[in-house]
Every structure is written in structure tokens, then in C-alpha cells.
T-cell receptor, first 115, second 112 residues
Framework: DGGITQSPKYLFRKEGQNVTLSCEQN?????MYWYRQDPGQGLRLIYY???????QKGDIAEGYSVSREKKESFPLTVTSAQKNPTAFYLC??????????????FGPGTRLTVT | GNSVTQMEGPVTLSEEAFLTINCTYT??????LFWYVQYPGEGLQLLLK?????DKGSNKGFEATYRKETTSFHLEKGSVQVSDSAVYFC???????????FGGGTRVLVKP
């Protein structure tokens, strides 16, 4: 089955530690995205990548880093510089095409708790 | 910039009631519009979409019509079920590729 996988589903870390969240897709999508969701709120874009080896900051990139070395993978690192890292993190992907606005497909999410 | 405003919840309904969730947007050009649904502890699933004015998206009994004159994309369902309890997000994709702008989400609770 094609889809997006995120692992782990729950992640616990101590304050001051960096942590990397995994996102893999086998949909052959060019574009991938990372969002953050806080309780009772909408989604905010952290980073996105439209092609391998290229990525752009979203609205709340501070304290986060990403890489896009392979088309199917887009890991997100939450660094110790992120002041409020506890949140639900969602990865998404979409077909990229000039002049087209395609829907995004989402993974199941990773809930990160930092204490 | 682009923005999406949707009604705040929670919206509490009885089974078989009519559901409407209002969504209005601000965007330049001609955005595509989407409704996503999120069940507890899960990611978002695309519910329906519309890509041009007067298009009607529909899926699983839900409908929404792209109204450019009122910049709206209200979600409706004629008869809700308990299984429709979820958070619903309105979103738009503007001129710059597939980046989505989301509304704040509306929690819907359907009671038997």
C-alpha cells in the first residue's frame, strides 16, 4: 500500500536534547512538508521541500532543521533551540506540478513530549 | 497574505442532524480549496476539494461549494453519524505551488 509513515508514534525526550522525527513516503511525490499542531489549534508549516536536496523555511522554522537527501525521506530534527518543542508533528507529501495545486497526503503523526 | 477563517467549535449535534461548518478565505488569484478531517490521535485525511469557482466537492455525504463572490467554502452534511465526530479543517492552496494555509479547525461531536 502506498502512503506516508512516521515513526515513532510517541517520542519522549529530555530538555536540551536534539531529536529526529522520521518521515517516509512511497507515493513517488516530489514535495514533502512538516507541520506542527498544538492542542486545539490548526497546523503551522515548519519546512517544506519541493525537490531532492532543496528545502525552504515555513512559518515557524526556528529551532528546527531538515534534510532531503532522498525523494522518499524528509526527516525533521527538533533542536534544543526550539523553546516549546512539545507538540504533535505531521508530515505530508504532494505531487508537484507547474500551475497545479494538488492536495497533500498526511502521515499519522508523531507526538513529541519534552520534559 | 492568504488566510482561512472557520467557525470555532465545539459543535455538538445529535445523530441525523444537519451539519454546517462555515469557512471563509482571503487569497490573491484563484486558490484551490480543501476540507480535511482529523480523527483523534491521527493525521489529516482529505475529505473533499474544489479547484475553481462554483465547483462542488463531495465525499461520504459531505459537500462544499466554492463561492468566489462570497470567498466561502462551507462544509455541509445532511445527516451526521456518531462516526463523523472529528476535527474538520478548511484549507487553501494559493498561487505558490501546493503550500496549504489552514483554518484553526472545528471540533464536531455527534451524540447518539
Amino acid at each position: 500500500d502506498g502512503g506516508i509513515t512516521q515513526s515513532p508514534k510517541y517520542l519522549f525526550r529530555k530538555e536540551g536534547q536534539n531529536v529526529t522525527l522520521s518521515c517516509e513516503q512511497n507515493l513517488n511525490h516530489d514535495a514533502m512538508y512538516w507541520y506542527r499542531q498544538d492542542p486545539g489549534q490548526g497546523l503551522r508549516l515548519i519546512y517544506y521541500s519541493q525537490i531532492v536536496n532543496d528545502f525552504q523555511k515555513g512559518d515557524i522554522a526556528e529551532g528546527y532543521s531538515v534534510s532531503r537527501e532522498k525523494k522518499e525521506s524528509f526527516p525533521l530534527t527538533v533542536t534544543s533551540a526550539q523553546k516549546n518543542p512539545t507538540a504533535f508533528y505531521l508530515c505530508a507529501s504532494s505531487i508537484e506540478g507547474a500551475g497545479r495545486r494538488n492536495e497533500q497526503y498526511f502521515g499519522p503523526g508523531t507526538r513529541l513530549t519534552v520534559t | 497574505g492568504n488566510s482561512v477563517t472557520q467557525m470555532e467549535g465545539p459543535v455538538t449535534l445529535s445523530e441525523e442532524a444537519f451539519l454546517t461548518i462555515n469557512c471563509t478565505y482571503t487569497a490573491t488569484g484563484y486558490p484551490s480549496l480543501f476540507w480535511y478531517v482529523q480523527y483523534p490521535g491521527e493525521g489529516l485525511q482529505l475529505l473533499l476539494k474544489a479547484t475553481k469557482a462554483d465547483d462542488k466537492g463531495s465525499n461520504k455525504g459531505f459537500e462544499a461549494t466554492y463561492r468566489k463572490e462570497t470567498t466561502s467554502f462551507h462544509l455541509e452534511k445532511g445527516s451526521v453519524q456518531v462516526s463523523d465526530s472529528a476535527v474538520y479543517f478548511c484549507a487553501l492552496s494559493g498561487a505558490a505551488g501546493n503550500k496549504l494555509t489552514f483554518g484553526g479547525g472545528t471540533r464536531v461531536l455527534v451524540k447518539p
